[in-house]
């Protein structure tokens, strides 16, 4: 049997009371007492859990992400070793090289994002039931997730640019 006490104070400081009265009804009932709190707090402890997994893995993502697009643009500058190497020669300032390959991961990282943000748009009703305190399509969640996610790109991609404006052209134009 279940039974609710309401109480106008520290409802576990009427536990020694109850268990008088339940006593003196019978000796032999066991009494189990839990606070509304308690209970609440069991109960969203599976949804806890899943909620921590899900940022754990999300951040996981976002490391497998930034470690895959800079693979990426290291992979392309050293592809266009030479062609930076003619730039740098010809005069190019280290700046434009820069923007040049920084321009080449925007232009990857801004088409991840709009089709991320299209799916993530696309599933919420899917996921709705699991957000709790947020509307399905909240743009601050969005955009905050879109910012991060360009800023990781950019910072994915800031080490490969800074060696491609590095780059000797006398090495660069040698090795072919």
């Not at 020669?89 to 088409?111: C, K, Q, W, Y």
């Not at 919420?124 to 360009?150: E, M, W």
Request: proline fraction near 4%.
């Amino acid at each position: 049997l279940n039974f609710e006490i309401r109480a106008s104070g520290d409802p576990l400081g009427l536990v020694p009371a109850v268990k008088a009265a339940i006593a003196q009804v019978d000796p032999r009932f066991t009494l189990d007492f839990s606070t509304l709190e308690r209970q609440v707090a069991e109960s969203m402890t599976v949804m806890r859990t899943v909620a921590t997994l899900s940022g754990f893995f999300g951040i996981l993502a976002l490391l497998l992400a930034t470690i895959g697009l800079y693979g990426i643009m290291t992979y392309a500058v050293a592809r266009r070793r030479n062609e930076i190497g003619v730039r740098i020669a010809l005069g190019a300032e280290r700046s434009r090289v820069i923007r040049l390959v920084l321009g080449d991961a925007s232009r990857i990282t801004i088409l991840g994002v709009v089709l991320g943000v299209a799916l993530a748009l696309g599933v919420t009703r899917l996921i709705s039931a699991f957000l709790y305190g947020l509307k399905p399509n909240d743009p601050t969640t969005l955009g905050a997730s879109a910012l991060v996610l360009l800023a990781v790109g950019l910072l994915a991609t800031a080490f490969p640019a800074w060696r491609a404006a590095r780059l000797d052209p006398v090495a660069a134009l040698r090795e072919e």
